[in-house]
């Protein structure tokens, strides 16, 4: 069965810096791989996926992340944070034989960003 | 284009009691999928449904069961609910046809069993 391992609980950074979520997925064949954030009280809003191809992907709000098969890692990344990007960010690993419904879901990263 | 809605978006039960959520898809979308979050966790796939079938389920006992109408809205029931029920609960809409590997959620509804 697939997993996804997010590492960091929690991570803080100031405003204007640069910003790196980590992800780490256990699955056997090509994945498909999902960034999402959530903001409080609210349900969850697709950033980027990885279907195959070119392995640095582009999401909106000027996210974007790199799959890398050697390291079975799908990190998240954003040259500078801005205030509003404070929320949690899930990881998530879908089957590849069917659609994304079945995904499996890390437990999260929170960042908070400092003024 | 609407997207998902979910109701109710709060809701209070006791234990032993059954609860009904809602979930309506995005427009055109005959897949949905249930997710169960508990606090400080990600979301854990409860089942999917395929134009009125289940296809596919997560590792959650028979008392978790759901419908799926030919609207493509959906229901999630729970019965006999225990404490660690709560949870928020989110449903996600896709279209399998064209392969479906973006879902779309809905804003969940929080259950607090108590």
């Known amino acids: 069965a697939q997993s996804v391992t997010q590492p960091d609980i929690h991570i803080t950074v100031s405003e204007g810096a640069s910003l790196e979520l980590r992800c780490n997925y256990s699955y056997g064949a090509t994945p498909y791989l999902f960034w999402y954030v959530q903001s409080p009280g609210q349900g969850l809003q697709l950033l980027l996926k990885?279907?195959?191809?070119?392995?640095l992907v582009q999401g909106i709000k000027g996210f974007e992340a790199e799959f890398k098969r050697s390291q079975s890692s799908f990190n998240l990344r954003k040259p500078s944070v801005h205030w509003s990007d404070a929320a949690e960010y899930f990881c998530a690993v879908g089957l590849s034989n069917t659609n994304a419904g079945k995904s499996t879901f890390g437990d999260g990263t929170t960042l908070t960003v400092k003024p | 284009e609407t997207g998902v809605t979910q109701s109710p978006t709060h809701l209070i039960k006791t234990r032993g009691q059954q609860v009904t959520l809602r979930c309506s898809s995005q427009?055109?979308?005959?897949?949905v999928s249930w997710y169960q979050q508990a606090l400080g966790q990600g979301p854990q796939f409860i089942f999917q449904y395929y134009r009125e079938e289940e296809n596919g389920r997560g590792n959650f006992p028979p008392r978790f069961s759901g419908l799926q109408f030919p609207n493509y809205s959906s229901e999630l029931n729970v019965n006999a609910l225990e404490l660690d029920d709560s949870a928020l609960y989110l449903c996600?809409?896709?279209?399998?046809?064209?392969?479906?590997?973006?879902?779309?959620f809905g804003p969940g509804t929080r259950l607090t069993v108590t």
């Open positions: 427009s055109g979308h005959n897949t």
């Open positions: 996600a809409s896709s279209l399998a046809d064209r392969g479906g590997y973006e879902q779309y």
């Open positions: 990885y279907f195959s191809g070119d392995t």
